[in-house]
C-alpha cells in the first residue's frame, strides 16, 4: 500500500519526514509557535500571574517530559544516539530546574507550591500522551511527541529572540530555548525521526502523524491555560 508520505517524498528533493509531519498539523502549528503567549513573553508585556501560571504547569510537566526523554534512551538504537539524548537529559535536571527555582524564588512561589500544583486539563492530556506514547510505542512513537514538544519551544523562541525582556525569567526562558545548541539538538532529534519515520509502514506512519499532531494541539492548550482557557482539551485522547 502506497502511504501519503512516499507521495509527498516522491514530489520533493529532500523531502523529510518531520516537515510532512509539520505540515500535516495544519494552522495548529502556526497556533502553538506564534501563540499570544510567546508573543507577549518576547515583547515583555506577560503579567507575572500569568507566566506563574505558566510556569507552574510546565514545572509538573518536565518531570513526565525527563522520563519520557529517558524512555528513548533505553529505545534508541546506538550508543551515539543514547549519548545524546542523555546529554539533554542533564540539561533538563540540571540548568533548568535551576531555573525553575530561581524563577519560582522571585515571583514568590513557595517549594510546596511548585511541589504539588494542581493539574490543569492541558497538563493531564499532556502528561499522559507522552507516558502512552513510550510506554505502548517504540523508539519512532516516542520521538513523534518529543520532537514536536522541542521543535514548538525552538520555533517561538528563536522568532523572539531578538527582543529583549527586562524579567530574568522571561528572559533566560527565551535564551534557553534559542541557543544554537538546543537548535543543534532539535535538528538531531529530527533527523532521528526522519530516519524511522520513512522507514515506518504507511499505517504506522499514520499513527506517528496522530500522535505528531496532538503534541501540537496541547502545546496550543497548554498556552491558552496559561490564560485560564482549558477546557477544550478535557476530552478523549488520540486513538492508537
Known amino acids: ?88 537529559l542533564g540539561s533538563l535536571t540540571d540548568e533548568e530546574n535551576d531555573y525553575f527555582e530561581r524563577s519560582f524564588e522571585a515571583l514568590g512561589v513557595t517549594e510546596s507550591e511548585y511541589e504539588n500544583p494542581d493539574l490543569l486539563p492541558p497538563t493531564r492530556a499532556f502528561v499522559d500522551l507522552l507516558g502512552r506514547a513510550a510506554a505502548q510505542g517504540d523508539y519512532a512513537e516516542t520521538l513523534a511527541v518529543l520532537v514536536p514538544a522541542e521543535w514548538v519551544y525552538l520555533a517561538w523562541a528563536t522568532a523572539v529572540a531578538d527582543q529583549e525582556q527586562s524579567r530574568f525569567y522571561l528572559a533566560e526562558w527565551v535564551d534557553l530555548h534559542a541557543t544554537p545548541a538546543f537548535e543543534s539538538f532539535v535538528d538531531w532529534l529530527r533527523s532521528e525521526l526522519d530516519r524511522v519515520g520513512a522507514e515506518a509502514a504507511p499505517r504506522r506512519q499514520e499513527r506517528l502523524a496522530r500522535l505528531f499532531r496532538r503534541t501540537v494541539e496541547l502545546e496550543v492548550a497548554f498556552f491558552d491555560a496559561a490564560y485560564g482557557e482549558s477546557e477544550a482539551v478535557a476530552g478523549g485522547e488520540t486513538r492508537w
Open 1 to 88: 500500500m502506497t502511504g501519503e508520505f512516499e507521495q509527498y517524498a516522491a514530489a520533493r528533493d529532500e523531502p523529510r519526514f518531520t516537515d510532512w509531519l509539520r505540515e500535516r498539523t495544519g494552522a495548529d502549528w502556526q497556533a502553538a509557535t506564534e501563540h499570544r503567549f510567546t508573543r507577549e513573553l518576547g515583547a515583555d508585556d506577560v503579567d507575572d500571574a500569568t507566566f506563574e501560571r505558566y510556569l507552574l504547569q510546565d514545572y509538573a510537566f518536565v518531570e513526565t517530559l525527563v522520563g519520557t526523554f529517558g524512555h528513548a534512551v533505553g529505545q534508541a538504537p546506538t550508543m551515539a544516539a543514547k549519548s545524546r539524548l542523555t546529554d539533554f
